[in-house]
């Protein structure tokens, strides 16, 4: 099975700053898409970001853009000019293309933002 | 649009008792898939259905059992409830399956005493 590494179980930063939420993930696939979703306390799960493996161009979404690092396997995400309203968990999921019906998630990342 | 709906919202049940969680996909979406998140912890893949057949199932007992509707609702099924099955549970829609991107309900949280 497919596995999706969060390594850091809390972050910080302060409103304005930015920040870099890592995610790492194991697959023999070619073909697969990942995703960035925040959970705030009210724990409903909101799609932040999208990235197809083939493209090579990383993924933004106005404030929130992400590093796709094939070869490593590696899927980070950048949240610029961070705002109090941002501070929630999120998670790292990975999905494939042809054969997979089910999102694997990671831990997640507990994101602090303060004033 | 409306999004993914889910109900009821919360619900407490004892050990041994069967309960039903309700879900109602984005309009036009197809596609239903059912998750288990355990406090602390990511969410975990249940079922999937598309056009009343299931598509993919993870690694969870027969107790866990699901159904899709006609009008693409689905219902997800738990018998013989577990302390251990207390956890927050979502349902998520998209319009097909593989490959398309995954919009998640509000969730069921799920108490068993």
């Known amino acids: 099975a497919q596995t999706v590494t969060q390594s850091q179980p809390e972050m910080s930063v302060q409103e304005a700053e930015t920040v870099t939420l890592s995610c790492t993930y194991d697959?023999?696939?070619?073909?697969?898409?990942l995703f960035w979703y925040k959970q705030p306390p009210s724990r409903q799960m909101i799609l932040v970001i999208r990235q197809e493996a083939y493209k090579q161009q990383n993924a933004t979404e106005n404030r929130f853009s992400v590093n796709f690092q094939k070869a490593a396997k590696s899927f980070s995400l950048k949240i610029s000019d961070s705002q109090l309203g941002d501070a929630a968990m999120y998670f790292c999921?990975?999905?494939?293309?042809?054969?997979?019906?089910?999102?694997?998630f990671g831990k997640g990342t507990s994101l602090l933002v303060t004033p | 649009d409306a999004g993914v709906t889910q109900s009821p919202t919360h619900l407490i049940k004892t050990r041994g008792q069967q309960v039903t969680l309700r879900c109602s996909p984005i309009?036009?979406?197809?596609?239903v898939s059912w998750y288990q998140q355990v406090l602390g912890q990511g969410p975990q893949f249940i079922f999937q259905y598309y056009e009343k057949e299931e598509r993919g199932r993870g690694n969870f007992p027969d107790r866990f059992s699901a159904r899709q509707f006609p009008n693409y609702s689905s219902e997800l099924n738990v018998n013989a409830l577990l302390l251990g099955d207390s956890a927050l549970y979502l349902c998520?829609?998209?319009?097909?399956?593989?490959?398309?991107?995954?919009?998640f309900g509000p969730g069921t949280r799920l108490l068993v005493l």
């Open positions: 999921a990975y999905g494939e293309t042809n054969s997979g019906y089910a999102l694997n």
């Open positions: 697959t023999s696939e070619s073909d697969y898409y």
């Open positions: 309009s036009g979406h197809k596609s």
């Open positions: 998520a829609s998209s319009f097909d399956g593989p490959g398309e991107t995954q919009y």
